[in-house]
């Protein structure tokens, strides 16, 4: 995906084919509503948000490989169709922002998850401060329209950026379901050693059946 950035950015034309155009979607150019999260205005704009990117997804891989790709295949849809729904003065929205802050609450939210089933207090206490300045910083850009951290003549859009959040703290707090074991009936567990003797010694025993072809019944 950060190859694909640079690839939009670098080649003439490729970008405005990508970018989030409200006009082109409304005209059934679909596509638009995940790639416009590929293409970006300026170099700078490029630079801080491809490498927010590569430094949080490689952190986000190292933890959960398959919920990071799931991140990434969520977002970019969930991004495009917040901007269209919530931002209508938003002709043409560009940038990898989103997707940033998908994987930067995606990763505070598995870290927290697993230092409270781990009890690591500290790192989970930690975790949950770095949502609560995410969460900030999201309503200060959508109260001043402007970015905290980076100045550009790319428009903040902060909407882009709660969406993308959004997916990250779904797969990220969600915990993995536990399959059944293989055989189990639903809703009946393994019973008890008490209990499984005791239904042992309740069954009726049978006693062989006498005589046997060949097999003279004991004295």
Not at 87 to 103: F, M
Not at 158 to 181: C, D, E, T, W
Request: aromatic share 6%.
């Amino acid at each position: 995906m950060a190859g694909a950035a640079l690839l939009a950015f670098a080649v003439p034309g490729v970008g405005s084919c990508l970018e989030l155009d409200r006009a082109r979607v409304a005209a059934g150019e679909w596509w638009r509503l995940a790639t416009g999260n590929l293409a970006h205005g300026s170099a700078s704009h490029l630079a801080w948000d491809l490498l927010a990117f590569v430094a949080l997804g490689v952190a986000c891989e190292r933890l959960d490989r398959a919920r990071t790709l799931a991140v990434l295949a969520a977002a970019p849809i969930a991004i495009g169709a917040a901007v269209l729904a919530f931002e209508p003065a938003v002709a043409i929205y560009r940038g990898l922002s989103g997707l940033d802050s998908a994987l930067f609450v995606f990763l505070a939210a598995t870290l927290g998850r697993r230092a409270l089933a781990e009890g690591r207090t500290a790192l989970a206490l930690g975790a949950g401060a770095a949502g609560a300045l995410f969460v900030a910083k999201s309503v200060f850009e959508l109260s001043t329209g402007r970015a905290l951290f980076v100045a550009g003549p790319e428009a903040t859009v902060a909407v882009a950026h709660l969406a993308g959040a959004a997916v990250g703290s779904l797969l990220g707090y969600r915990p993995k379901i536990s399959q059944p074991k293989t055989g189990a009936v639903a809703g009946e567990g393994e019973l008890e050693p008490e209990t499984r003797s005791a239904a042992s010694a309740s069954e009726p025993k049978l006693s062989p059946s006498w005589p046997r072809a060949g097999v003279s019944p004991p004295a």
